[in-house]
T-cell receptor
Framework: AQTVTQSQPEMSVQEAETVTLSCTYD???????LFWYKQPPSRQMILVIR??????QNATENRFSVNFQKAAKSFSLKISDSQLGDTAMYFC??????????????FGKGTLLTVNP | DVKVTQSSRYLVKRTGEKVFLECVQD?????MFWYRQDPGLGLRLIYF???????EKGDIPEGYSVSREKKERFSLILESASTNQTSMYLC???????????????FGPGTRLTVL
């Protein structure tokens, strides 16, 4: 079974600084997706960034980027120029890629990120 | 924009009551999911449905059942609520795509259920 591990339950960063959230996963599959989801306080969970395992290039979305190390099964999220609105719970998630029924996300336990003014 | 709505943001029920949590999506998605979110445990899949009247158990189905009579609506049922079912419940939906394409899951705002 796939597992996703986020070793940092809580982190904090000063506004405008850079922070990296860690995620490791365990799988025997070769094709899969990895995601970072953001859940702001009392708000809906939204997708921040995704990575396809077969793509070597690290995904980037504005201030958010990932460091995907497939051999090491590591998928960290870097947030540059942190903003107060980045304060949220961040979840790393894994999705096995298997056609039309590639439905089941496996989530890590989350990292609570606080951006301080 | 995809919209996933849940019937209640907060719900308080008593032990032994039958509880219905409703989820509606407006994007004609085939797949719908119910997750439970607990501090320190992340999100765990309870049930999902890939079509009307179709369902499959997730990782923690015990004590729960589901109903999907219409494509847009997916209900989670607690037949006899217990205190250990106090939790945040999240609904999600996604399109079912052919081949090996990715289909993003869109989440509702959540229902915080307290069982006394």
């Amino acid at each position: 079974a796939q597992t996703v591990t986020q070793s940092q339950p809580e982190m904090s960063v000063q506004e405008a600084e850079t922070v990296t959230l860690s995620c490791t996963y365990d799988t025997s599959e070769n094709n899969y997706y990895l995601f970072w989801y953001k859940q702001p306080p009392s708000r809906q969970m939204i997708l921040v960034i995704r990575q396809e395992a077969y793509k070597q290039q690290n995904a980037t979305e504005n201030r958010f980027s990932v460091n995907f190390q497939k051999a090491a099964k590591s998928f960290s999220l870097k947030i540059s120029d942190s903003q107060l609105g980045d304060t949220a719970m961040y979840f790393c998630a894994y999705l096995r890629k298997r056609g039309g029924s590639n439905y089941k996300l496996t989530f890590g336990k989350g990292t609570l990120l606080t951006v301080n003014p | 924009d995809v919209k996933v709505t849940q019937s209640s943001r907060y719900l308080v029920k008593r032990t032994g009551e039958k509880v219905f949590l409703e989820c509606v999506q407006d994007m004609d998605h085939e797949n719908m999911f119910w997750y439970r979110q607990d501090p320190g445990l992340g999100l765990r899949l309870i049930y999902f449905s890939y079509d009307v009247k179709m369902k499959e158990k997730g990782d923690i189905p015990e004590g729960y059942s589901v109903s999907r009579e219409k494509k847009e609506r997916f209900s989670l049922i607690l037949e006899s609520a217990s205190t250990n079912q106090t939790s945040m419940y999240l609904c999600a939906s996604s399109r079912r795509l052919a081949g090996e394409s990715y289909n993003e899951q869109f989440f509702g705002p959540g229902t915080r259920l307290t069982v006394l």
